[in-house]
């Protein structure tokens, strides 16, 4: 009965966030398309801009994880997203989204209307409902410290493209990688401050993995 209970909540909990996020993401779209076409971009380049924000690929990164561990668990992509590695990184990439736009980005603007909401759910609403999902429902044992620096990747791979796109268009999607005002001195050692938060948080999700007596809600992954 229990196991009927957990598995339930986790499934609830799952489409509730996935359901968040391809909203938000299919409601920010047209608002990101629209303000980089008043802002001179083609439509291509508008395009661009929009999948050149680290908040918009992780919701994405989100979205379809969790959409395949509900509807196709059993295939190749569902076993993948729904691995323990897979879903804490996914978790670590999720949080650095809502901890970097609270400290660094939300003074910089003030959103209204339909933008307002699709900001608070892609900064709030799904980092907090995701880093609920991993504590509660993912099964943290098999977590090692190499993981950590695996889930560097991603952003590692996601900072050489803005910078690269930026070098090429003079476009950067955040205040603090704008080399084209900071110089690249000061953008590497912005984004060097960045990772080593990233890594400390990482090897404190493997700690608590390591340490974390075993809870129920937590048996059989």
């Given at each position: 009965?229990?196991?009927?209970?957990?598995?339930?909540?986790?499934?609830?909990?799952?489409?509730?966030?996935?359901?968040?996020?391809?909203?938000?993401?299919?409601?920010?779209?047209?608002?990101?398309?629209?303000?980089?076409?008043?802002?001179?971009?083609?439509?291509s380049?508008?395009?661009?801009?929009?999948?050149?924000?680290?908040?918009?690929?992780t919701n994405l990164?989100?979205?379809?994880?969790?959409?395949?561990?509900?509807?196709?668990?059993?295939?190749?992509?569902?076993?993948?997203?729904?691995?323990?590695?897979?879903?804490?990184?996914t978790?670590?990439?999720?949080?650095?989204?809502?901890?970097?736009?609270?400290?660094?980005?939300?003074?910089?603007?003030?959103?209204?209307?339909?933008?307002?909401?699709?900001?608070?759910?892609?900064?709030?609403?799904?980092?907090?409902?995701?880093?609920?999902?991993?504590?509660?429902?993912?099964?943290?044992?098999?977590?090692?410290?190499?993981?950590?620096?695996?889930?560097?990747?991603?952003?590692?791979?996601?900072?050489?493209?803005?910078?690269?796109?930026?070098?090429?268009?003079?476009?950067?999607?955040?205040?603090f990688?704008?080399?084209?005002?900071?110089?690249?001195?000061?953008?590497?050692?912005?984004?060097?401050?960045?990772?080593?938060?990233?890594?400390?948080?990482g090897?404190?999700?493997?700690?608590?993995?390591?340490?974390?007596?075993?809870?129920?809600?937590?048996?059989?992954?």
């Open positions: 009965m229990f196991d009927v209970a957990k598995d339930l909540s986790k499934r609830v909990l799952m489409a509730a966030i996935a359901l968040a996020a391809w909203f938000a993401l299919l409601l920010q779209f047209p608002l990101s398309i629209a303000t980089s076409r008043a802002n001179g971009m083609t439509l380049a508008a395009v661009i801009t929009y999948f050149s924000f680290f908040t918009i690929l990164i989100v979205a379809i994880g969790l959409t395949f561990s509900l509807l196709a668990p059993n295939s190749r992509w569902g076993r993948f997203f729904s691995s323990t590695v897979v879903a804490s990184g978790a670590l990439y999720i949080a650095t989204v809502g901890a970097v736009y609270a400290l660094l980005l939300r003074h910089s603007w003030n959103p209204e209307g339909l933008q307002k909401i699709a900001d608070i759910i892609l900064h709030d609403v799904v980092p907090l409902m995701y880093v609920a999902y991993w504590i509660l429902f993912v099964a943290k044992s098999g977590l090692r410290w190499k993981d950590t620096l695996s889930w560097s990747i991603y952003p590692l791979v996601y900072l050489a493209w803005i910078l690269l796109r930026g070098a090429i268009s003079g476009r950067y999607p955040y205040h990688v704008d080399a084209a005002q900071l110089g690249y001195q000061q953008v590497l050692l912005n984004s060097a401050m960045l990772l080593a938060s990233f890594l400390v948080v090897f404190a999700m493997v700690a608590v993995a390591k340490w974390q007596r075993p809870n129920p809600l937590n048996r059989g992954g």
